[in-house]
């Protein structure tokens, strides 16, 4: 019985050991939001380079068309023009959430933004790589008020019913 209490007290030691300290998590928060933010701003201010230097090479974007699901290459070739015009976009957090694994190897977050479609919502996955946090995967969304649900499904119908019959085509 006592090598069991002993051994569970150990355990118990060693893991609280191993859990990362509130400030650890507050410093990653912070260079989370930090990059984030610069890679919003580096949209506003059309600079490529930077925008796609905050992907990592296998990142995934999902825009909020039902056609948009990019790995890194394609959205590159899809942003291209706009970004080469000097006017790619503006989102601006309102809000975000960001929340870790064990290790603060791996976060995820979800924020508010304003931005020229009015509030949208981005949700992504965010890995650390060489010292540095990259986005792996990310999902813009747009809110549609719960009252106005109707009104946008109704516009939405005839483009998306053509749509969802070609996907189910493609479903084995």
């Known amino acids: 019985m006592q090598k069991t209490v ?6 118990s030691l060693f893991a609280s050991c191993m859990k990362p300290s509130e400030e650890a998590i507050k410093e990653e928060k912070q260079e989370i939001n930090m990059m984030l933010d610069e890679w919003h701003q580096a949209a506003a201010e059309a600079d490529y380079e930077d925008y796609f230097n905050d992907l990592t090479d296998d990142a995934t974007y ?19 023009p706009y970004f080469d ?3 790619a976009w503006s989102f601006k957090p ?25 509030i949208c919502r981005g949700s992504g996955v965010v890995i650390k790589k060489d010292g540095e946090w990259k986005i792996k995967h ?14 946008v499904v109704k516009a939405k119908n005839d483009i998306e019913n053509k749509l969802t019959s070609e996907l189910k085509k493609q479903t084995p």
């Open 6 to 11: 002993l051994l569970l007290a150990t355990a």
């Open 62 to 80: 999902i825009g909020t068309d039902a056609t948009e699901n990019w790995n890194k290459k394609a959205f590159g070739e899809f942003a291209k």
């Open 85 to 87: 015009k000097g006017q």
């Open 94 to 118: 309102l809000q975000r959430n960001i929340y870790f694994n064990e290790d603060l190897s791996m976060a995820w977050f979800d924020e508010l933004l304003d931005t020229q479609m009015k």
């Open 138 to 151: 990310y999902v813009l969304s747009m809110t549609i008020p719960n009252d106005k649900i109707n009104d």
